[in-house]
């Protein structure tokens, strides 16, 4: 049973910065792919970044890109979301997902993570 545990979440100032992380555990072997998704109060949860363990180019939603750093490390089974300059619409809770191939819609991802909670507001 594939497991993911997400960290990392606070509250920030706009303009701020924070890192997340998401260990995964328990036969990630087959799960190739992993992504990050937010969910604001009474909204979707949608597609932030994705990135696969063999290497090929992350690839991001628009609405953070040049903003949001997605990043691995295979030794560790964790990956990373790098997020430089906050906005207020950055607001929401960020999941970590796996599946077995990259995409940037929910159902293409069968493992998630609890949850961590992000909070830009001054």
């Known amino acids: 049973q594939v497991q993911l545990v997400e960290s990392g979440g606070g509250l920030v100032k706009p303009g701020g910065s924070l890192r997340l992380s998401c260990a995964a555990s328990?036969?990630?072997?087959?799960?190739?792919?992993m992504a990050w998704f937010r969910q604001a109060p009474g909204k979707e949860r949608d597609f932030v970044a994705a990135?696969?363990?063999?290497?090929?180019?992350?690839y991001y939603a628009d609405s953070v890109k040049g903003r949001f750093t997605i990043s691995r490390d295979n030794a560790k089974a964790t990956i990373y979301l790098q997020m430089n300059n906050l906005k207020r619409e950055d607001t929401g809770v960020y999941f970590c997902?796996?599946?077995?191939?990259?995409?940037?819609?929910?159902?293409?991802?069968?493992?998630w993570g609890q949850g961590t909670q992000v909070t830009v507001s001054s």
């Open positions: 328990g036969g990630t072997s087959g799960r190739y792919a």
């Open positions: 990135i696969t363990w063999g290497g090929l180019s992350p």
């Open positions: 997902a796996t599946g077995a191939s990259p995409g940037r819609y929910r159902h293409e991802y069968d493992y």
